[in-house]
């Protein structure tokens, strides 16, 4: 050994620098070798099995530890300049600083982790809490890192904060405004992973998938992505069906476009088809004697039935399908069921069907919803009635043939 030292304190100047360096470096890398490939596969097995979050973390700040031999053992090296010294020395430490700071940030993104196993995670995420944490963390990182390097106090740069105030609030504006609006969102339990949201100013139709500091990210049902920032979804309106999903029914509200000139009064022998429907007989027997004693009472003897009340076809129609809403096993009884009328226009009567199906499921909403206009439609001509259908090029040229 003292010959290798002998042999080495006889060569030039810039060879023991060298080989000071050299050294120093091994004895960096011997020590990051140990605790990487040693120290923390011992300690593996205790960790977090589930996540490699932390291990990552540790592997961060496993970092520190040849930063810290390279900061204190360069000024062993021989003939090194003094400039040489310092520079190295204070990367060293910023190093040291940085490693810390990415070591903390796999620490929040643990944390976070760890909320997501709670079931109060799905409704309250705090992912942008976590990144705002990580912006203070990393912020305070770079004013320690800079007054290293320069070899200054970070109170110095803190001072002069103040003046730079205006330029932050421009930068980080948004930052800013996301930051408050998830605190709103958060609070108010505005939106929540996996909830249901429509946005049509921003093509948004679809089921949030995340929710971080300043954007929301929404599957439309085409499976795109669409980005929208945290703060518009507190300053512009949205659509959330959670209420929908949560209530356990889902809206049909569709109407049935009939032909006003099919509209008419039935004829007995069309009342007595009529009673062949069972879900129509209360209503038959309610309608017949409600008619009854007005006629008697309002006609006396006069015979001319144009002054009597008698039941009508779109009538009648209107009481079947209500009667048949009822009577279905996939339309919830206990929510607001209506069949009424709206405006007449030009394109028909608008008899509207609004009613709750007992499943939110989209392809058996879809299904039910399908399943009922198919009956609707069939059955209409049985009370003499027809759809509106604005005529067709095949329409007119048969309508052409037949002069």
């Known amino acids: 050994m003292e010959a290798i030292q002998t042999y080495i304190a006889n060569q030039p100047l810039w060879v023991q620098t060298l080989t000071g360096l050299v050294e120093l470096a091994l004895v960096a890398a011997a020590a990051n070798f140990i605790i990487k490939k040693v120290i923390l596969r011992a300690a593996a097995p205790f960790l977090d099995r589930r996540s490699l979050t932390v291990d990552k973390a540790a592997a961060r700040l496993a970092n520190v530890i040849p930063a810290l031999i390279v900061a204190h053992g360069i000024v062993f090296v021989p003939y090194l300049p003094e400039g040489a010294i310092a520079v190295i020395r204070n990367v060293a430490r910023a190093c040291i600083v940085l490693s810390v700071a990415f070591a903390l940030s796999g620490g929040l993104n643990y944390v976070n982790e760890l909320y997501q196993r709670r079931p109060e995670a799905r409704s309250r995420p705090i992912k942008g809490y976590i990144q705002v944490l990580k912006i203070v963390l990393f912020g305070g990182a770079t004013i320690l890192i800079i007054a290293t390097l320069m070899e200054q106090s970070p109170l110095l740069l803190l001072s002069g904060l103040g003046a730079m105030a205006a330029v932050l609030m421009l930068v980080f504006k948004d930052t800013i405004l996301s930051l408050v609006a998830s605190v709103q969102l958060g609070s108010n339990d505005m939106l929540r992973v996996g909830d249901w949201i429509e946005m049509p100013q ?202």
């Not at 929301?216 to 959330?240: F, G």
């Not at 009648?316 to 339309?331: E, K, M, S």
């Not at 009567?349 to 909403?365: G, H, K, N, Q």
């Not at 206009?373 to 604005?390: S, T, V, Y």
């Open 202 to 403: 921003l093509n948004a139709d679809g089921d949030v998938v995340d929710i971080a500091l300043h954007t929301v990210k929404v599957q439309n049902w085409d499976k795109t992505i669409t980005t929208i920032p945290t703060h518009r979804l507190i300053a512009e309106s949205y659509k959330n069906w959670r209420g929908m999903q949560e209530s356990g029914g889902r809206r049909i509200k569709r109407s049935l476009l009939i032909d006003q000139n099919s509209v008419r009064f039935l004829q007995p022998d069309e009342i007595q088809r009529v009673r062949r429907f069972r879900l129509l007989d209360d209503y038959v027997a309610r309608k017949d004697e409600e008619i009854r004693r007005w006629n008697d009472n309002a006609l006396g003897d006069e015979g001319d039935p144009v002054n009597a009340r008698r039941l009508t076809n779109v009538g009648t129609f209107r009481a079947y399908v209500f009667a048949y809403l009822q009577a279905h096993d996939q339309i919830r009884d206990d929510m607001t069921l209506l069949v009424r009328q709206l405006t007449p226009t030009s394109q028909g009567l608008p008899l509207e069907i609004y009613c709750f199906t007992s499943t939110v499921a989209w392809d058996e909403y879809e299904a039910i919803q399908a399943d009922i206009f198919d009956h609707l439609l069939a059955i209409m001509p049985e009370f003499g009635l027809r759809i509106f259908q604005e005529p067709s090029g095949l329409d007119l040229h048969e309508r052409l043939a037949s002069i």
